[in-house]
T-cell receptor, first 111, second 115 residues
Framework: TQLLEQSPQFLSIQEGENLTVYCNSS?????LQWYRQEPGEGPVLLVT?????EVKKLKRLTFQFGDARKDSSLHITAAQPGDTGLYLC???????????FGKGTRLHILP | KAGVTQTPRYLIKTRGQQVTLSCSPI?????VSWYQQTPGQGLQFLFE???????NKGNFPGRFSGRQFSNSRSEMNVSTLELGDSALYLC??????????????FGDGTRLSIL
């Protein structure tokens, strides 16, 4: 059983379109992180959300942490080919717990 | 500031052999975590070391082991290799214990292939 479920698994859209990917759990997390991984490289941290209901923006990317701290979403506005990659969510249920990763959403933006 | 360095980048082994992978964290980072990444299972946590002590362990068999040195560099060892051990092994460092809000800085991984 995957503790963090990401959806969709794959997404291929045209440049300029908007999209949202999701990270869901039945457990409460003290924080959630989003990473992007490109082929041949390790994941790179995009953002950490800590407070329930928190919204963070990173240029065209908007991250939201659910009120109950069980889910998160990533919304990309006007997607560009450079957004292509594997988007991973990760979290720890408490301060001493290991960090758990979802299986990721593989995003492909067509020029 | 140099990032996390993993060596080697690629490795080919045969079943039954053993392998040691190395990770040099970002200078000043005391926590090193190891992950196995496969297409089917995604990123799975192996273990975390903090100040030379194992702080957390994932659900992997005892063939997978690790250690951390006083300079925070870490190694992981896999003995009696199996075909299913073929994966990308990623190391991540963070300033403190990796639970909670600590951001993890990943290396580019070691791609291990078992023949």
């Amino acid at each position: 059983t995957q503790l963090l479920e990401q959806s969709p698994q794959f997404l291929s859209i045209q440049e300029g379109e908007n999209l949202t990917v999701y990270c869901n759990s039945s457990s409460v997390f003290s924080s959630l992180q989003w990473y992007r991984q490109e082929p041949g490289e390790g994941p790179v941290l995009l953002v950490t959300v800590v407070t329930g209901g928190e919204v963070k923006k990173l240029k065209r990317l908007t991250f939201q942490f659910g009120d109950a701290r069980k889910d998160s979403s990533l919304h990309i506005t006007a997607a560009q080919p450079g957004d292509t990659g594997l988007y991973l969510c990760a979290g720890a249920r408490n301060r001493d717990d290991k960090i758990i990763f979802g299986k990721g959403t593989r995003l492909h933006i067509l020029p | 500031k140099a990032g996390v360095t993993q060596t080697p980048r690629y490795l080919i082994k045969t079943r039954g052999q053993q392998v040691t992978l190395s990770c040099s964290p970002i200078s000043g980072h005391r926590s090193v975590s190891w992950y196995q990444q496969t297409p089917g299972q995604g990123l799975q946590f192996l273990f975390e070391y903090f100040s030379e002590t194992q702080r957390n362990k994932g659900n992997f068999p005892g063939r997978f082991s690790g250690r951390q040195f006083s300079n925070s560099r870490s190694e992981m060892n896999v003995s009696t290799l199996e075909l299913g051990d073929s994966a990308l092994y990623l190391c991540a460092s963070s300033p403190g214990h990796s639970g909670g809000n600590q951001p993890q800085h990943f290396g580019d991984g070691t791609r291990l292939s078992i023949l």
